[in-house]
């Protein structure tokens, strides 16, 4: 089971006022970013069912020029809950109750369904008379388009875009271009792994996906190319490390295959998703075969030939 509150909280943890600068640009123009502290976390109970809640993330911070504090609260929601408003509305005042300070409240949502716009306010009233309307601020992934994020010099940007709207055909090329902008950044290594794994988890490819990612891979700048299969070859070793054979055969399939791609798009140009789909099924003996094959192939037909002649699954007609 993914643990996907404590995925969000260490990556926010992590990237506080990258997050901060992507979405709240208005909070940007006034505080001071290099003096954020990270309070400890808040238990409440809730009286009215008898549970205990813990809040997501509260960071004390200055207003710049001014010799005053204010807090972000920020809440993680993976799932769409009816009454979350009231919920966040308890947060807001029992962390004003206990700091007397002004509280930023955001919530942050990365369910896929529905994709219906989420409340942003708690109200309590009668007829002609308005009692309390409580606000906050609410990033939806799944109503962010990833492309609008591809520019973006942050690593929040690399990390959530593995999250937002997207077409099913586009998984493989939001991948990619969430590694490319992680790579682009320039961060230390174990930042690097912190995002890459968090965009691994959240746009796992099947099959075809993953030939459609690797032949991309492809075709990318070189220096790019090589940054991004050094990622790549981590999540494989991780695999490998992780433990059952069947992944570790997987993972030597897979490097075959990403060699053999390679190799091919250098030597007849880019492939077809059929072509790949058949490649993708070879064993690491045929995969080793091909690539010693290849060598000599100067046109796709070279290579269609060489499947024909090659692979013991039942033919099937490739254009």
């Known amino acids: ?65 001014r010799d005053s504090l204010f807090i972000i609260h920020t809440e993680h929601q993976s799932s769409r809950e009816s009454d979350f408003n009231a919920r966040m ?24 369904s529905p994709q219906t716009e989420e409340p942003n306010s708690y109200k309590i009233e009668f007829p002609g008379w308005k ?14 388009d990833w492309n609008d994020f591809v520019n973006e010099n942050n690593p929040i940007a690399s990390a959530l875009m593995s999250k937002m709207r997207m077409d099913k055909q586009e998984r493989p090329t939001v991948k990619l271009s969430s590694l490319q902008l992680l790579i682009s950044l320039k961060l230390n290594p174990a930042q690097v792994e912190l995002i890459s794994q968090f965009i691994d988890i959240y746009l796992e490819l099947d099959s075809q996906e993953e030939a459609i990612f690797q032949a991309q891979i492809t075709s990318i700048e070189p220096r790019q190319e090589e940054a991004v299969m050094e990622i790549v070859t981590s999540w494989q070793r991780r695999g490998r490390e992780e433990g059952r054979e ?22 007849v140009g880019g492939l077809n998703s059929q072509l790949q789909g058949k490649i993708q099924q070879l064993s690491i003996s045929e995969l080793e075969n091909l690539g010693e094959a290849l060598l ?23 254009s």
């Open 1 to 65: 089971m993914i643990d996907h509150d404590q995925l969000f909280k260490k990556l926010l943890e992590n990237f506080f006022p990258e997050f901060i600068e992507l979405f709240f640009p208005d909070i940007v123009s006034y505080w001071e970013r290099d003096r954020i502290e990270f309070l400890p976390q808040e238990v409440f109970t809730d009286v009215t069912i008898g549970k205990k809640k813990i809040i997501d993330l509260a960071v004390r911070t200055s207003f710049r020029n």
């Open 131 to 144: 009692v309390l309307e409580f606000n906050y601020r609410v990033v939806q992934l799944n109503q962010l």
């Open 89 to 112: 509305f308890n947060y807001f005042a029992r962390l004003h109750e206990k700091f007397a300070l002004p509280i930023y409240p955001i919530v942050l949502y990365s369910h896929d």
């Open 296 to 318: 000599d192939f100067n046109t796709v037909g070279d290579l269609e030939s060489w499947l024909a002649e090659n692979d013991p699954r039942p033919d099937e007609a490739i």
């Open 246 to 267: 069947e992944g570790r055969e997987e993972g030597r399939q897979l490097e075959a295959f990403t060699m053999v791609m390679r190799l091919l798009n250098r030597r």
